[in-house]
């Protein structure tokens, strides 16, 4: 675990990538998915299910964050939390965080006021409770946040009903489920509606959405894509000339997944992807952030990214040309890092579920500081060091 300490901070790295205007958009061949794991990725998951079955796998996932001790949800069998806000998710963190990077509040000038913005894949609510948060503490107003996600239909879908305070506070927050009720994104009426719905266009997009993936995580890559590009499509056309994108993607090995981020980068004047430090190492979230949206500039692009829906509604997936991907570089330095990183957090992560001891003697008070320095690094306000320790040891005295 001494590697997940010591690594520098994921804010302290981060790479922007300038995107040149394609003035001739490229050829694009539409191909049946094609499959390039990582087949150490894929053989260390397999050994989650295990610790799923025997209900471990949340804990030992925990445990390897060195952040986690910000926000650790009211796990009994974890020490309090750090920070005194209360989320409407874990996501709201991260959504502060990547503000933070992206340098939103700063993007528009000074003056920089009365921000709309434009949610999907949504509930409960984390990114847009941190929007209203952040912009308070920098003294601006949110003047509209629309929403749509999926109306829950069972217990697994994250909706609204842990968001009533906070939609009651902030009547500003709109939410929508489009013309059939369901707040389904892959219905293209619904995505129309939407638009529609939350016009005039924003200063910020995000798409937080995915889906359990225990049952195969093979599949994931694979299963999230349709996900992915009905977000793009509702979100840049959304998005005012100049504006911010935000983009949950998971793992990104298949050329299918990279030529579709390479298309939706050129959009952008410059752009990253970004693993927050409040997303866990052991899994395979990271977020595309684009900044300075190119607006009408780039319709042809949205026009191909839309044709890339309907052929991935039918099965058929995006491949461009190796040589006309620039950016390619980074995009395969980012995957290798990040994939090595979970490797090794995952192989941790079995090791201490075993030993919960050795956690608690050599890594509790190095995680602790960690995440203290993270509530610092973003002004979340915070219980003093001291106060948790002793919370802590009183709680769980055989450990000490």
């Not at 049946?32 to 804990?59: C, T």
């Not at 959405?209 to 979100?235: A, K, M, N, W």
């Not at 039918?314 to 290798?336: A, C, D, Q, W």
Request: charged share 25%; glycine share 4%.
């Amino acid at each position: 675990m001494e590697a997940y300490i010591q690594e520098k901070p994921p804010w302290k790295c981060v790479e922007w990538i300038k995107s040149s205007y394609w003035a001739t958009l490229p050829e694009i061949e539409y191909v049946e998915w094609i499959s390039d794991p990582n087949e150490s990725a894929v053989k260390i998951k397999e050994e989650i299910r295990e610790l799923d079955k025997e209900h471990k796998w949340e804990l030992a996932k925990k445990m390897v964050n060195p952040y986690e001790l910000v926000y650790t949800h009211d796990d009994d069998r974890l020490p309090p939390s750090l920070s005194l806000e209360y989320p409407l998710s874990r996501s709201f963190f991260k959504m502060i965080e990547i503000l933070n990077v992206s340098n939103f509040f700063d993007s528009f000038g000074k003056n920089f006021n009365n921000i709309r913005s434009v949610h999907v894949a949504e509930g409960p609510g984390g990114f847009i409770q941190a929007l209203h948060n952040r912009a308070e503490v920098k003294g601006k107003t949110v003047a509209n946040s629309f929403a749509m996600t999926l109306k829950p239909t069972n217990p697994h879908v994250p909706g609204w009903k842990k968001a009533t305070q906070f939609l009651q506070k902030y009547k500003q927050v709109k939410i929508h489920y489009g013309v059939d009720g369901t707040g389904d994104i892959y219905s293209c009426e619904n995505q129309e509606s939407f638009i529609h719905f939350s016009s005039p266009k924003a200063h910020i997009f995000t798409a937080d959405g995915g889906f359990d993936f225990s049952i195969d995580y093979s599949l994931q890559e694979q299963r999230v894509f349709h996900l992915l590009i009905c977000s793009i499509t509702v979100g840049l056309r959304s998005l005012i000339k100049g504006g911010q994108f935000v983009l949950k993607l998971f793992d990104c090995t298949s050329p299918n997944t990279k030529s579709l981020v390479l298309i939706l980068s050129r959009c952008f004047g410059d752009w990253t992807l970004y693993k927050p430090a409040m997303t866990r190492p052991c899994n395979s979230e990271r977020y595309f952030i684009g900044r300075d949206f190119r607006g009408n500039s780039a319709d042809p692009i949205v026009k191909s990214l839309l044709e890339i829906q309907q052929q991935s509604a039918n099965g058929k997936y995006p491949v461009l040309k190796p040589e006309l991907l620039s950016e390619i570089k980074f995009l395969e330095r980012h995957i290798e890092s990040t994939t090595s990183l979970q490797i090794g957090a995952i192989k941790l992560a079995i090791s201490l579920i075993k030993n919960q001891d050795e956690w608690w003697k050599l890594w509790y008070m190095k995680c602790l500081k960690k995440s203290l320095s993270w509530c610092e690094m973003f002004k979340v306000s915070y219980i003093t060091e001291n106060s948790h320790i002793s919370t802590t040891r009183s709680r769980f005295a055989a450990y000490f």
